[in-house]
C-alpha cells in the first residue's frame, strides 16, 4: 500500500499543471487541455465518483490511477468491470531532499543542458518526449504552465554535439518536486543522459525549495533512481477508459 502522504505528493504535483482540475475527498483530477494521455488524469477515486471522473474527463484522453492495497483507491475491479483498459504498474519513489546525502550528479562532459523558455523549444522537447513531429494541441497546452517567470513545470532538454537527445520536466507543487517525463533517445542510452537530466529536475526543485522529489519509474529507470537515492514508497496501477486514445 503507498503512504497516503506519498499519494498526495503525486497528486499535488499533478493538479498544478492542470488548465481544469478538481481536489476534493474522493475525487481527484486534472487536465492541461493536450490531446495526450499522460497530460490529463484522475488521479484518485472512490468508487462512488467514478461516473463523476468520468463526466469530468469528457472523453478526453487521461489515465486513470489505482492505489493497490487502499481500500478507498483500490478500484481496479470497478474500472476492468467498466471496460477500462489496463496500462502500467509502476512503483512510486521519493527521494528526501533535507538529507545531505541527497546531492545531484554531476552530467557527463558530453551532455549539455538546458531549460526550455519559448515554444520552438517546448516544440523540440515535444519531438524528443514523443519520437514524432510535435502536435501543436500539446505545445499549446504545455506553455500554459511551462512558460514565463511563474511556471510550475520546467522543461529540460538535453544534447549532445549539440543535437537533443533527452528531455525531462521537474513539476514544483510547494514543497515537492516531481520527475516526469524522462526520456532518451535510444541511441543515446548508457552516456548518462537520463542521470543528468534526472538530477537536474531534482536540483530544480531544490532551489525552488522543494524538499522531496516524487516520481513513478518505468522498468527502464528503476536502476538509475536507486542509484541516485530513490526509495520506493508504494506502487500505482493505471488505465484508461474505454474509447481513450493517444496523440
Known amino acids: 500500500m503507498t503512504d497516503p502522504f506519498v499519494r498526495a505528493l503525486v497528486v499535488s504535483t499533478h493538479l498544478v ?13 486534472f487536465h492541461t487541455g493536450a490531446p495526450h494521455e499522460e497530460l490529463g488524469g484522475v488521479l484518485l477515486a472512490s468508487p462512488d465518483r467514478i461516473d463523476e471522473g468520468l463526466a469530468a474527463m469528457a472523453g478526453r484522453p487521461a489515465l486513470w490511477h489505482s ?3 487502499d481500500e478507498r483507491y483500490d478500484v481496479e475491479g470497478q474500472l476492468r468491470r467498466r471496460g477500462f483498459r489496463f496500462v502500467e504498474e509502476e512503483p512510486v519513489m521519493v527521494l528526501d531532499l533535507d538529507d545531505a546525502a541527497a546531492v545531484p550528479s554531476e552530467p557527463s562532459a558530453s551532455v549539455e543542458l538546458r531549460e526550455v523558455d519559448d515554444e520552438a523549444g517546448l516544440a523540440e522537447w515535444v519531438r524528443v518526449w514523443t519520437g514524432a513531429e510535435p502536435v501543436p494541441g500539446i505545445v499549446s497546452a504545455l506553455a500554459a504552465a511551462g512558460l514565463g517567470d511563474g511556471r510550475s513545470v520546467h ?26 517525463h524522462v526520456v532518451t533517445a535510444a541511441p543515446h542510452r548508457g552516456r548518462g543522459v537520463g542521470t543528468a537530466l534526472t538530477a537536474a529536475v531534482v536540483e530544480r526543485g531544490r532551489v525552488a525549495g522543494a524538499r522531496r522529489a516524487v516520481l513513478t519509474a518505468s522498468p527502464d529507470g528503476l536502476g538509475l533512481y536507486r ?14 477508459a474505454p474509447g481513450d486514445h493517444t496523440a
Open 17 to 29: 499543471r492542470g488548465s481544469d482540475s478538481r481536489d476534493d475527498d474522493g475525487l481527484s483530477w
Open 67 to 69: 492505489w493497490p492495497g
Open 155 to 180: 522543461h529540460l532538454l538535453a544534447a549532445i554535439d549539440g543535437n537533443a537527445v533527452g528531455c525531462a520536466a521537474a513539476v514544483v507543487a510547494e514543497d515537492a518536486v516531481a520527475v516526469e
Open 227 to 240: 542509484r541516485l537515492g530513490f526509495q520506493e514508497r508504494g506502487r500505482v496501477r493505471r488505465f484508461t
